[in-house]
């Protein structure tokens, strides 16, 4: 009964692909905009926060239509891209994490945010006195007592970008073997005569890995807290 | 070695101060809330003032007049804070090195000796400072102010959080770093008994002025 078959270790792999693609190259912007949001007062903070929050609110099949408008063929960006460095976002895997990648962006920034906001900035002041410019003060000091929470906001980024749908349905559709994630595959699955098995076969799979994501997630709060009291 | 001229409106408390050091220990005495460390801060640079100038050891660190603000990390300086602040991800050999290792000096094992010695740190290098006495936690933090080979000390109330059996039990070290650490210090504090013991000269803070300086004599 719970045998998968190549399709849907097809649409798992790259489900795990997609993911990782978009937590690996989310994970530095999303630090800086938390630093930036956690240490910076500038003329536009709240409007950036907001905009940075509104793949979580608006309905998915907005932010995958405007993505599609912005990085499709036609698109401004995406026309760009496309003729002069060669990177085509449309109805491609890339897409697929582009996609999972701004719906994620929210959820990732959040724990690094509140990780680097947690920090005593009386630490970083020490390492100032002994010599620390300000960039090796974030990279010997900040950085690694966020680390858990970096981890922690790239665990959840993760998860989510392994199950988003609306979002990359819209922008990329829903090709096996190209954009055709575990939720699309699912999806499909249960408008086809006898695809129960396989659908459950799959929603079993996404339960795992979202469970083991929270968990993990959890897992780095807690070092973070016993880092920060210095055990 | 150290002149500060400064002005320093903060809230509604204003602070003026201007002395003249060659001292080997500058206490800076006053009560709670006379500014003593906004100076410290100051000198550090970690504040900086509206007016005036800070001259350490020949170098002007700060010159409003002609714009001149060097960043704290240049400054060449060490600071002693009155809660330790060691970092809590490094142990403590990993605190004690920081110093040398961001101003990009070269190992220097004679000097390092000689400070653990001093300070009868060197059981306890590979601790996390959450599982140090308040006592130990500041000696360490005193090792690694040393360990940055800065030109000037900065200590702001370094007893000021222990109880009375942990000051007693790290006052001989401060004397004794006075005597042989060759670092010129500025100490601040109110507590009177303290400075008599440790300071060359006394700069007396209050309500943001200083109003009396000189020997250890006028604390009386």
């Given at each position: 009964m719970f045998e998968i078959s190549p399709a849907e270790w097809t649409a798992i792999l790259l489900s795990l692909r997609v993911a990782v693609i978009a937590t690996l190259v989310a994970t530095p912007f999303g630090i800086a905009l938390a630093w930036l949001l956690a240490r910076r007062d500038f003329w536009g903070k709240s409007v950036l926060d907001a905009v940075v929050h509104l793949p979580l609110v608006l309905p998915p099949v907005v932010t995958g239509y405007l993505l599609l408008l912005t990085f499709?063929?036609?698109?401004l960006v995406g026309g760009f891209l496309a003729d002069h460095l060669g990177i085509v976002f449309a109805f491609r895997w890339t897409g697929a994490a582009l996609a999972c990648g701004v719906m994620a962006f929210p959820l990732l920034v959040r724990p690094m945010r509140l990780s680097i906001e947690a920090i005593d900035r009386r630490l970083e002041q020490a390492a100032e006195t002994l010599g620390a410019a300000p960039w090796k003060v974030f990279f010997t000091v900040t950085l690694p007592l966020a680390l858990p929470g970096v981890l922690a906001g790239m665990v959840l980024g993760f998860a989510k970008a392994i199950g988003e749908f609306g979002a990359t349905i819209t922008f990329v559709s829903n090709i096996p073997g190209e954009t055709q994630t575990i939720s699309s595959a699912i999806y499909s699955l249960i408008q086809t005569p006898d695809g129960d098995a396989a659908a459950g076969r799959l929603v079993i799979v996404s339960i795992v890995l979202a469970l083991g994501a929270l968990i993990a997630a959890e897992w780095f709060a807690r070092r973070a807290t016993a880092r920060l009291h210095g055990n | 070695m150290l002149r500060v001229d400064v002005e320093k409106q903060l809230g509604e408390f204003s602070l003026s101060a201007s002395f003249t050091s060659e001292g080997r220990v500058i206490g800076l005495f006053g009560a709670s809330g006379s500014g003593k460390s906004s100076l410290v801060n100051m000198i550090a640079g970690l504040l900086r003032p509206d007016r005036g100038t800070i001259v350490i050891d020949g170098e002007t660190v700060d010159d409003t007049a002609a714009g001149i603000h060097v960043p704290t990390y240049r400054r060449r300086i060490g600071y002693v804070f009155q809660d330790a602040r060691l970092f809590p991800h490094l142990n403590v050999a990993q605190n004690l090195d920081y110093g040398r290792r961001m101003n990009g000096l070269a190992p220097d094992p004679t000097q390092h000796r000689r400070i653990i010695d001093l300070l009868d740190i060197g059981a306890l290098q590979d601790r996390r400072p959450g599982k140090l006495s308040g006592g130990e936690r500041q000696r360490v933090a005193l090792g690694r102010a040393l360990l940055s080979k800065p030109r000037l000390l900065l200590l702001d109330e370094p007893l000021g959080a222990l109880d009375e059996g942990r000051k007693l039990e790290i006052l001989p070290y401060l004397v004794r770093l006075r005597d042989e650490a060759n670092v010129p210090m500025v100490y601040v504090s109110h507590d009177a008994a303290e400075l008599r013991q440790l300071a060359t000269q006394i700069v007396m803070l209050k309500q943001g002025r200083v109003t009396s300086l000189g020997g250890v004599k006028v604390l009386t």
């Amino acid at each position: 009964m719970f045998e998968i078959s190549p399709a849907e270790w097809t649409a798992i792999l790259l489900s795990l692909r997609v993911a990782v693609i978009a937590t690996l190259v989310a994970t530095p912007f999303g630090i800086a905009l938390a630093w930036l949001l956690a240490r910076r007062d500038f003329w536009g903070k709240s409007v950036l926060d907001a905009v940075v929050h509104l793949p979580l609110v608006l309905p998915p099949v907005v932010t995958g239509y405007l993505l599609l408008l912005t990085f499709g063929r036609r698109g401004l960006v995406g026309g760009f891209l496309a003729d002069h460095l060669g990177i085509v976002f449309a109805f491609r895997w890339t897409g697929a994490a582009l996609a999972c990648g701004v719906m994620a962006f929210p959820l990732l920034v959040r724990p690094m945010r509140l990780s680097i906001e947690a920090i005593d900035r009386r630490l970083e002041q020490a390492a100032e006195t002994l010599g620390a410019a300000p960039w090796k003060v974030f990279f010997t000091v900040t950085l690694p007592l966020a680390l858990p929470g970096v981890l922690a906001g790239m665990v959840l980024g993760f998860a989510k970008a392994i199950g988003e749908f609306g979002a990359t349905i819209t922008f990329v559709s829903n090709i096996p073997g190209e954009t055709q994630t575990i939720s699309s595959a699912i999806y499909s699955l249960i408008q086809t005569p006898d695809g129960d098995a396989a659908a459950g076969r799959l929603v079993i799979v996404s339960i795992v890995l979202a469970l083991g994501a929270l968990i993990a997630a959890e897992w780095f709060a807690r070092r973070a807290t016993a880092r920060l009291h210095g055990n | 070695m150290l002149r500060v001229d400064v002005e320093k409106q903060l809230g509604e408390f204003s602070l003026s101060a201007s002395f003249t050091s060659e001292g080997r220990v500058i206490g800076l005495f006053g009560a709670s809330g006379s500014g003593k460390s906004s100076l410290v801060n100051m000198i550090a640079g970690l504040l900086r003032p509206d007016r005036g100038t800070i001259v350490i050891d020949g170098e002007t660190v700060d010159d409003t007049a002609a714009g001149i603000h060097v960043p704290t990390y240049r400054r060449r300086i060490g600071y002693v804070f009155q809660d330790a602040r060691l970092f809590p991800h490094l142990n403590v050999a990993q605190n004690l090195d920081y110093g040398r290792r961001m101003n990009g000096l070269a190992p220097d094992p004679t000097q390092h000796r000689r400070i653990i010695d001093l300070l009868d740190i060197g059981a306890l290098q590979d601790r996390r400072p959450g599982k140090l006495s308040g006592g130990e936690r500041q000696r360490v933090a005193l090792g690694r102010a040393l360990l940055s080979k800065p030109r000037l000390l900065l200590l702001d109330e370094p007893l000021g959080a222990l109880d009375e059996g942990r000051k007693l039990e790290i006052l001989p070290y401060l004397v004794r770093l006075r005597d042989e650490a060759n670092v010129p210090m500025v100490y601040v504090s109110h507590d009177a008994a303290e400075l008599r013991q440790l300071a060359t000269q006394i700069v007396m803070l209050k309500q943001g002025r200083v109003t009396s300086l000189g020997g250890v004599k006028v604390l009386t």
